[in-house]
């Protein structure tokens, strides 16, 4: 494996973003979930919220205010800096709104994590609002990049990975991936569930040694 090229998104990857959407729930609604609660990747049904609620609690979450001030997730830093000194190379792959690009930048810089650039993905067929400067990629823009590993959380962008690439995947254990949509046999062979961070940092070490292991 030559200069990996990691593939990392950044909500419930990079930072703590549930825990944050509880607390904005508790507070808008007077309702307090636990993080394992959150069964599905779809909030609405997950907080039970109405079309209303949901609509406001989408408007809150991807607030500057609030994005802000959402924790790295645990042991991400230290990977992250290790890997940049062995000359790993990431890029951040968002589903966020192209809106957010100046707090995705400033979070970035503020907990001075190590990257080569931002792309924001259409991963969800959301309806965003054009960006100046910010170009808002489909999927499968992403294909070809030449990513070595991907690092995500989302179901749909998984399922999505799994049928149009051949990118390994590290899957942060959520609960709302823990039931995936597809066959057994493509996330044996292309999944790797990891539960933090240095198990991601391990699944790198395996795809490394295994590229330049003899045949």
């Known amino acids: ?49 109405t079309p209303q609620e949901y609509d406001t609690l989408m408007a809150l979450i991807h607030d500057p205010g609030v994005l802000r001030i959402m924790p790295p997730m645990p042991g991400v830093l230290d990977v992250l800096n290790n890997w940049q000194t062995r000359g790993v190379r990431t890029i951040i792959v968002t589903g966020r709104p192209p809106a957010t690009e100046p ?57 999505f990975l799994v049928e149009h690439t051949a990118i390994p995947i590290a899957l942060l254990d959520r609960p709302w991936n823990r039931e995936l949509g597809f066959s057994h046999e493509a996330m ?17 070490s395996e795809l490394a040694q295994c590229s330049v292991s003899p045949p």
């Not at 825990?19 to 609405?44: K, M, P, S, W």
């Not at 070595?148 to 998984?158: I, K, T």
């Open 103 to 159: 707090v995705c930048h400033e979070w970035l810089e503020q907990h001075r994590v190590p990257y080569e650039r931002v792309v924001f993905v259409d991963k969800y067929s959301r309806d965003h609002a054009d960006h100046p400067n910010v170009q808002l990629l489909s999927p499968h823009d992403i294909k070809d990049m030449g990513f070595s590993m991907a690092v995500e959380d989302a179901p749909a962008m998984v399922q």
């Open 1 to 49: 494996m030559k200069t990996p090229l990691v593939y990392i998104d950044f909500d419930d990857v990079l930072c703590q973003t549930a825990h944050t959407f509880i607390d904005v729930v508790e507070r808008e609604f007077g309702r307090r979930y636990a993080f394992e609660d959150i069964r599905f990747f779809n909030l609405e049904k997950s907080f039970h919220l």
């Open 188 to 204: 044996a062979a292309q999944i790797t569930r990891c539960h933090d961070w240095p198990a991601v940092a391990e699944h790198l």
